[in-house]
């Protein structure tokens, strides 16, 4: 698997939010928002739920991986997907660094990669956390 999800209740914009909040806390920054509702909108003129692809990324541990293998740029950032579901629930899924990285190959890669795991999976425990309250 590559990747691994929750889903939330919630309007499709407090969950990115909310997304956005759990990641911060987790150390990542969000450097890029694709919108791939509106493009396939305005590029093909289809009707598709909200769905977004956030780019993560936590600073010290891209500056680890990238100063182990200049070229790892070109498998970041951390994608999180949120995507409105049909029931009205926002699917979150989050790209599994360590299933990403292996193509690199290279043990510090990896030793890297299972690291930023363990905080994409405590942000992921806290919007779980999130729907009890």
Do not use: W
């Amino acid at each position: 698997m590559y990747g691994f999800t929750t889903s939330l209740p919630g309007s499709f914009s407090d969950v990115i939010e909310q997304v956005t909040e759990a990641l911060k806390k987790e150390g990542f920054g969000i450097l890029s928002d694709i919108d791939v509702q509106a493009t396939l909108k305005n590029k093909l003129d289809l009707d598709y739920p909200a769905y977004r692809i956030l780019g993560a990324c936590n600073p010290s541990f891209a500056n680890r991986a990238l100063t182990t293998d200049i070229d790892l740029g070109l498998l970041l950032p951390c994608n999180v997907v949120v995507r409105q579901e049909q029931d009205n629930t926002v699917t979150v899924a989050f790209m599994d660094p360590v299933a990403v990285l292996e193509i690199a190959n290279q043990k510090e890669v990896t030793d890297i990669a299972k690291q930023v795991r363990i905080r994409l999976e405590q942000a992921q425990k806290a919007l779980e956390a999130s729907k009890h309250q």
